[in-house]
T-cell receptor, first 115, second 116 residues
Framework: DSGVTQTPKHLITATGQRVTLRCSPRSGDLSVYWYQQSLDQGLQFLIQ???????AKGNILERFSAQQFPDLHSELNLSSLELGDSALYFC??????????????FGPGTRLTVL | AQSVTQLGSHVSVSEGALVLLRCNYSSSVPPYLFWYVQYPNQGLQLLLK??????LVKGINDFEAEFKKSETSFHLTKPSAHMSDAAEYFCAVSRITQGGSEKLVFGKGTKLTVNP
């Protein structure tokens, strides 16, 4: 158990809908990262927040957005969903913002299925 | 731009045999390199990382990796495979984004099967 929790574990929805994925980082971690894992794209970095502020952006679509709240939990919002958005979405957390020196601890993921 | 290539999407070994998972990187500057493991239905877990302190890096569960600049490689090895090592393994490199911050770039992954 990494200490990072993600809800829900599974989500099934229809095209065009909007969903929210939630992540609670390990106690004391200030940084939260979101990743998407799919068969065709592999594991891709989406976005990072550090202490409530956006820190780094990856291959995140404009239909996707995220935020980190004062209690440090984070939400990833996915809207106008398409079939291709079906994937496993991981959240990770680390103590501070630097990727090279701070180990990222991954949650178990949320599996999103868009029908 | 920094990236990694994992050679072999599937590797199969016998229990007790040597495990060798290959990773090559492309980077114009000395990179920071990582190996992660993903057990079935779980998130990723860091096995080890290279941050230029030593070329031979030891990680958890007897895994180690050697950074070879001349070969631009960072292969992962374990002397003797256990059934519990069956998982998917990802090599990753840190890359500086356009905004000046860092992100991890992952390889496609190698699925390791351990046969009894």
């Amino acid at each position: 158990d990494s200490g990072v929790t993600q809800t829900p574990k599974h989500l099934i929805t229809a095209t065009g809908q909007r969903v929210t994925l939630r992540c609670s980082p390990r106690s004391g971690d200030l940084s939260v990262y979101w990743y998407q894992q799919s068969l065709d794209q592999g594991l891709q970095f989406l976005i990072q927040y550090y202490n409530g502020e956006e820190r780094a952006k990856g291959n995140i679509l404009e239909r996707f957005s995220a935020q980190q709240f004062p209690d440090l939990h984070s939400e990833l919002n996915l809207s106008s969903l398409e079939l291709g958005d079906s994937a496993l979405y991981f959240c990770a957390s680390s103590v501070s913002g630097g990727v090279s020196y701070n180990e990222q601890f991954f949650g178990p993921g949320t599996r999103l299925t868009v029908l | 731009a920094q990236s990694v290539t994992q050679l072999g999407s599937h590797v199969s070994v016998s229990e007790g045999a040597l495990v060798l998972l290959r990773c090559n990187y492309s980077s114009s500057v000395p990179p920071y390199l990582f190996w992660y493991v993903q057990y079935p239905n779980q998130g990723l877990q860091l096995l080890l990382k290279y941050t230029s302190a030593a070329t031979l890096v030891k990680g958890i569960n007897d895994f180690e990796a050697e950074f070879k600049k001349s070969e631009t490689s960072f292969h992962l090895t374990k002397p003797s495979a256990h059934m519990s090592d069956a998982a998917e393994y990802f090599c990753a490199v840190s890359r500086i984004t356009q905004g000046g911050s860092e992100k991890l770039v992952f390889g496609k992954g190698t699925k390791l099967t351990v046969n009894p």
